[in-house]
């Protein structure tokens, strides 16, 4: 991975947590998958071992190559491309597979992965036209997103970081972060039925060893201190945000944040 030359331990938790969901979503040697949301590789990085040099991972973002830091989403999938995984995975940047001329057949993949990447949809109802589009390609869905419930009072920060971006993306301020639509699992397991899937168990994962926390309160820092994106909020909202920025200052830490837990499901 390209973001090992930047945080080698950053990058080896980031990659431990994504092979702990490969395995509890049962992705086998041969299988084919399309990632939905694959940004720098971490996950597709995974799935590509996990399928073997007999199946295939076709990863797809709507982010342009150049987005991302510290590494570039292109810069990243270059890196993998010239790993020995590299013949396993085919990546397709600026691509919106709601976008009528994308299309695959039908049960093509084995597996659609979605990982730590529907709270980047513009809207919840963005991500049920994505999910009941993609019901037609796979046969299984495999999806994990953080849980907005907290299971500690040391988890706040988090949460306070991820509603306080969400509402600035809400109030009509739009960006480029990672956190626009931040839905609960509930939301989620209340549309999935509506899209075509029908929800496996819920599994809480781990997640102590991962430093989001962290990255979503130094997102939301700068959010607040961005003079421009703040003046487009409606005055009401505004005056909220900064009143959740006020304790959000108060609970967090410069550094070792506890992150929220995440959820993983299978669907079929």
């Known amino acids: 991975m390209a973001a090992s030359d930047v945080s ?8 431990r947590h ?3 969901l490969a395995s509890g979503w049962d992705i086998r040697a041969g299988a084919s998958v399309l990632e939905i949301g694959c940004g720098q590789g971490d996950m597709t990085a995974v799935l590509a071992e996990a399928v073997g040099p007999r199946g295939r991972v076709v990863a797809v973002d709507i982010a342009d190559p150049l987005y991302g830091a510290p590494v570039t989403l292109g810069r990243s999938a270059e890196r993998l491309k010239g790993t020995p995984l590299g013949s396993r995975i085919s990546f397709s940047f600026g691509l919106d597979v709601l976008d009528e001329a994308v299309t695959f057949l039908d049960n093509e993949f084995d597996h659609v992965v979605l ?10 109802e963005q991500l049920r036209g994505t999910l009941a589009r993609l019901r037609r390609w796979a046969r299984s869905l495999c999806f994990t997103e953080w849980d907005l419930e907290p299971r500690s009072a040391d988890q706040l920060p988090h949460l306070l970081a991820v509603l306080v971006q969400g509402q600035i993306e809400a109030g009509g301020s739009r960006g480029d972060g990672n956190v626009r639509t931040p839905f609960s699992r509930e939301s989620l397991l209340r549309i999935l ?3 075509g ?6 599994r809480a994962v781990d997640t102590s060893a991962l430093p989001d926390a962290d990255w979503e309160i130094d997102a939301c820092r700068r959010l607040l ?3 421009d994106r703040m003046a487009e909020l409606p005055r009401a909202v505004r005056d909220l945000i900064v009143s959740q920025a006020d304790v959000l200052r108060s609970l ?6 506890t992150p929220l837990t995440a959820y993983a499901l299978n669907a079929r």
């Open 115 to 124: 990982a730590h990447c529907s709270w980047y949809f513009a809207s919840l």
């Open 18 to 20: 994504r092979v702990a």
């Open 225 to 227: 201190d961005d003079a």
């Open 8 to 15: 080698p331990d950053v990058q080896l938790a980031q990659t």
């Open 193 to 195: 039925p509506t899209t």
């Open 197 to 202: 899937w029908d929800t496996g168990p819920v």
């Open 252 to 257: 967090a830490r410069e550094h070792g944040n």
